[in-house]
Structure formats: C-alpha cells, structure tokens
C-alpha cells in the first residue's frame, strides 16, 4: 500500500513563493512517475506538473515557468516549488503517483494567494 503525505501549503500574498513536498511510503520509489494536481473552488481537478523516472519534467501552461517539479529518490519525495503565485493559482494541491496501472493519491495541501 501507497501513502503519499503533503505539506508545505499555506496563505501566501499574490507574487510570493510557497514550496511543497511529498513523502512517500511506497518502495521503489524512483521507477515511478510523480506530479503534482490540483483542484481549485468549484473546479476540477487538474494536472499542475509531472515527473518521470528518468527525471524528465512536464508542466500545464499555466505554470511553465513559474513551477519547478522536483524529486530525490534517495528521500522518497517530491517537491513543487511555486513562485510569482497567482490567486487563480488557489487550491488544494494534490500528490499523485501511478504504479503499475493503480493511481495513489495524497490527502492534499491547501494553498490561498491572497492580499
């Protein structure tokens, strides 16, 4: 059984930077893609960023080049960092992680930009 625990959410002002992590539980770790959804008031949920085992990244476009998908397989974990943050960016950001055709999900992250 996969557990995947996020922290690292919280209020930040539009502009600021927050950064999230994952731990994961399951093992192998690093033979598994990862990435990062999230669900936004009275949306859906959605892709944000993933990672591959080979460390190749992809990102919605929403997020090129403000987010940053990171993981260190020796930790088990991944990061998103998250800078020049958005409102429209507010959400419960969720770690995912798919494993031999069955998809794990965290229990997610709140994050608010707002003044």
């Known amino acids: 059984q996969v557990q995947l625990v996020e922290s690292g959410g919280g209020l930040v002002l539009p502009g600021g930077s927050l950064s999230l992590s994952c731990a994961a539980s399951g093992r192998p770790f690093g033979l598994y893609t990862m990435a990062w959804y999230r669900q936004g008031p009275g949306k859906q949920r959605e892709f944000v960023a993933g990672?591959?085992?080979?460390?190749?990244?992809k990102y919605a476009d929403s997020v090129k080049g403000r987010f940053t998908i990171s993981r260190n397989n020796a930790k088990f974990a991944v990061y998103l960092q998250m800078n020049s943050l958005a409102p429209e960016d507010t959400a419960v950001y969720y770690c995912y992680q798919t494993r031999s055709g069955v998809d794990y999900w965290g229990q997610g992250t709140q994050v608010t930009v707002s003044s």
């Open positions: 990672i591959y085992p080979n460390g190749s990244t």
